[in-house]
């Protein structure tokens, strides 16, 4: 960790949204510690976005708040970063004046570094419509690096590209998460990915938190682990057995019924413990005759 | 030596040539039917006629002083109209309340076309400068004030989302999110505005006025001089052309980051000479 302010810490109390009478979020109590990489996966309405725009404080909570760094949130989380789906990059700014958007006094070299830093350092003074999809997310991910928030909220920032660019995309933001140590929330419906990043994972149910997973597996993450596996399946069947009592889902993963049980291993916690090994040693046990843990793990 | 090839242009030449084709043609027919007494003279006058009317014109001077009053007729009025177009529609996009308060003043005063006022622009300014100059701006107003107001609505408000995460301040999410992403259409519409302001003068000076192209023609009617009156037309169809490249000129120029207007040059390389 080079960096030496901790990642922001969060807190979730009694956590309340309603939109129109419908309750998205209901009473959601949630500790993020600093520092920790927290995913949040469920179906689509489930409320997981509505979380991540209650935490940047787009949105007000109708009950209940969030505590950053145990101060109440009453407007934009300026601590925060959002990456988006999107990108949200301006068609009419360079991509090195996407990245210092806002930025005041001489930002242009750390700009070029931050670029650098994703990749894109040559693509400083193009415009954004010449780049692809990947190349956005890296300078969409560039520009919430260059102020080294404490802070960063992932909104499905991978789900619009290809497979190959997503996994790429994936080591870069875990390797900039291990550099800099902020605190990071994922929302994404890709349990594979959330698996790979994530030391925490919260299944949405609801409205609720319904499942709160620990993933202790060695980084980097290879999508072959039997423990890999093992945890993807776990989540997945959690979501879909859940969301089976309304809507009766289509049984996906076969291989999902031997994680059925709640005591398997990983046992929901109420509060973040210190994640345990974060070491990047590459782990030395390729899968040799294990089933191939590549199950689609999409959820739309 | 290079073997005689007798249509390798060079493309880009090639491709601005191609457009003018046309009317070359059609010039050409028109001076034979002319020529060989067809067309009588009195109904349209041969090109030749027209041209040395031009020239005739140009020389005295007589040319010149009515292009110019034209145009700073023209270039006033669509100044004041789209200023003021521009104003209000950055007013009542930006703020929901002002829109409240006068769109549908805007509305209704739209549907009134600028030219049905003549009779009482008259009254008001008699026919100075002023009255023409009027009209031009109502005339101009509106097509920039709808463009500039439509172009600050359709902003991704997803964009507008982000600049205040990333900490903007209004007024910076002003300068570097709205007025950025409506420039497309503000350019859109004064556009479309160049091309009512000559419309809306031709008429105006043609009514009322003691000088300009509009005048020229007029009073060239009084003499049968229909080579005059001929050339005043053409003159404004070369003045709208002239313009409306002036207003893509612009938009090339704000609008390099936009894919209509990214240099397609490169994309067309040209063919290598052949010694």
């Not at chain 1, 935490?55 to 969030?66: I, K, N, Q, T």
């Not at chain 1, 260059?146 to 997503?166: H, V, W």
């Not at chain 2, 479309?192 to 009514?207: D, T």
């Not at chain 2, 300009?212 to 053409?234: H, K």
Request: proline share 6%; glycine share 10%.
């Amino acid at each position: 960790m080079s960096t030496t302010t901790p990642g922001t810490s969060l807190q979730l109390v009694e956590l309340t949204k309603t939109y129109a009478g419908r309750p998205v979020l209901s009473a959601i109590d949630l500790a993020v510690d600093g520092g920790h990489f927290v995913a949040i996966v469920g179906r689509s309405g489930c409320g997981k976005s509505t979380l991540l725009r209650l935490l940047s404080g787009l949105e007000a909570p109708c009950d209940g708040g969030v505590l950053v760094n145990g101060e109440p949130l009453r407007s934009v989380n300026l601590h925060a970063r959002i990456m988006f789906q999107d990108g949200r990059l301006l068609p009419w700014k360079s991509v090195l004046d996407n990245v210092g958007l806002g930025l005041r006094g001489d930002w242009r070299s750390r700009g070029l570094e931050v670029l650098r830093h994703v990749g894109l350092h040559e693509r400083a003074g193009d415009w954004i419509a010449r780049l692809s999809g990947g190349q956005r997310q890296r300078v969409a991910l560039a520009k919430a690096l260059i102020t080294q928030p404490r802070l960063m909220l992932l909104d499905e920032p991978l789900g619009a590209l290809d497979a190959l660019t997503r996994i790429e995309m994936q080591q870069l933001i875990e390797n900039l998460w291990l550099e800099e140590g902020f605190t990071s929330i994922l929302v994404t419906h890709d349990v594979e990915e959330a698996v790979t990043l994530a030391d925490r994972i919260l299944v949405l149910e609801e409205g609720r938190i319904a499942r709160d997973f620990r993933n202790d597996l060695q980084r980097p993450r290879r999508r072959g682990d039997p423990g890999f596996s093992q945890l993807t399946a776990e989540i997945l069947d959690t979501i879909l057995t859940q969301g089976g009592q309304g809507s009766a889902p289509q049984k996906t993963a076969d291989h999902a019924t031997e994680a059925v049980t709640p005591e398997h291993g990983h046992s929901p916690r109420p509060t973040g413990q210190p994640a345990g090994a974060r070491g990047s040693e590459r782990s030395d046990s390729p899968p040799i005759g294990e089933p191939s843990g590549a199950l689609t793990a999409q959820l739309q | 030596m290079a073997r005689f090839q007798p249509f390798q242009l060079n493309p880009r030449l090639k491709r601005s040539l191609i457009p003018w084709l046309v009317p070359l043609l059609l010039l050409v027919l028109w001076q034979l039917l002319a020529s060989r007494g067809v067309i009588p003279t009195r109904i349209l006058p041969a090109p030749s006629a027209i041209a040395l009317a031009a020239i005739n014109m140009g020389r005295s001077g007589e040319l010149w002083g009515h292009l110019s009053i034209s145009a700073g007729r023209a270039g006033v009025g669509f100044l004041i109209g789209a200023s003021l177009g521009l104003l209000f529609g950055l007013i009542n996009g930006l703020m929901p309340r002002a829109e409240l308060l006068l769109d549908s003043s805007f509305q209704m005063l739209r549907n009134i076309p600028p030219l049905a006022m003549i009779p009482l622009v008259i009254l008001w300014f008699g026919i100075g400068e002023e009255a023409r100059v009027f009209l031009v701006s109502v005339g101009v107003f509106f097509p920039v004030y709808l463009n500039t107001f439509h172009g600050i609505r359709s902003i991704d408000p997803g964009l507008i989302e982000m600049g205040k995460v990333y900490g903007l301040s209004p007024w910076q999410i002003v300068t570097n999110i709205v007025l950025p992403g409506a420039t497309p259409s503000i350019l859109v519409g004064v556009r479309f505005s160049l091309g009512i302001a000559w419309i809306i003068l031709i008429v105006g000076e043609q009514i009322a006025a003691n000088s300009g192209i509009g005048y020229m023609a007029m009073n060239a009617r009084e003499f049968m001089q229909t080579d005059i009156i001929v050339f005043s037309i053409i003159l404004y169809a070369l003045l709208g052309k002239l313009s409306d490249s002036m207003a893509r000129g612009l938009e090339h120029r704000l609008l390099p980051w936009h894919p209509n207007f990214q240099r397609t040059a490169k994309a067309v390389p040209s063919k290598p000479a052949i010694s």
